[in-house]
């Protein structure tokens, strides 16, 4: 096997290993964080198996997406999504991770092709309060969710957090709970979410522990980016 392929067999091993007694049954998806890297990286990995790919630089994300027209990719725009972009971001992508206030929803949403499925949403929540984050303040949450769940042409799938980085693994621990917390809110008050799309390389096994659903990892399976 190449060393994408290894790679991708341990992370996968790691995710199941991750995973509580009460989240068994729970399917953990691997997104593979593919910004920076080759198309010969991508259609390796996918070689693989793998086919969930996340991408955050929108032009970039598109020359590749040329290059591998020929493969049945799911693509991910996890980056911060600027107004002048939202159009091509609801052409071109199955998912959004970053959606973090009104105006960016209601732009991709009109911008998404009316003959084609809902976009796949998830709502940041900035769980940290870091001021050059991206993500919608916790006080702020519902309002923005109740929004996008009237909008037809997305699907409001659940909620998405890059916590602040931190080498303390009860911060880690708190930060992502507070994340589940807040879907567990939202749940409560009927919202259909299934998603929360948290933890990265260095901290995916404390995400899934906190009940994480999407991992999305890069130098983990690809290397180091060049």
Known sequence: MTSISNRLQVIL????????PEHAAQSVQLLAVSKAQS????????AAGQRHFGENYLQEALDKQAQLSDLAITW???????????????????WVHGIDRPKIAMRLNDARAKHSKPLQ???QVNISQEPSKSGVLVADLEALVATIARLPHLQLRGLMAIPAPSQNINIQTQQFKQVRECYDNLLAKAY??????MGMSDDYPIAIQQGAT???IGSAL????K
Do not use: M, W
Request: glycine residues 4%; contains cysteine.
């Open 76 to 94: 991910h725009f996890i980056g911060p999504i600027q107004s002048n972009k939202t159009q091509l971001i609801a052409q071109h992508f199955d």
């Open 214 to 216: 999407i991992v999305r």
């Open 192 to 197: 259909a979410l299934d998603t929360l799309s």
């Open 222 to 225: 690809f290397g180091a980016r």
């Open 13 to 20: 091993s790691a995710i199941q290993a991750a995973k509580r």
């Open 39 to 46: 198309a010969t990286a991508i259609r390796e990995a996918y």
């Open 121 to 123: 949403v998830c709502v």
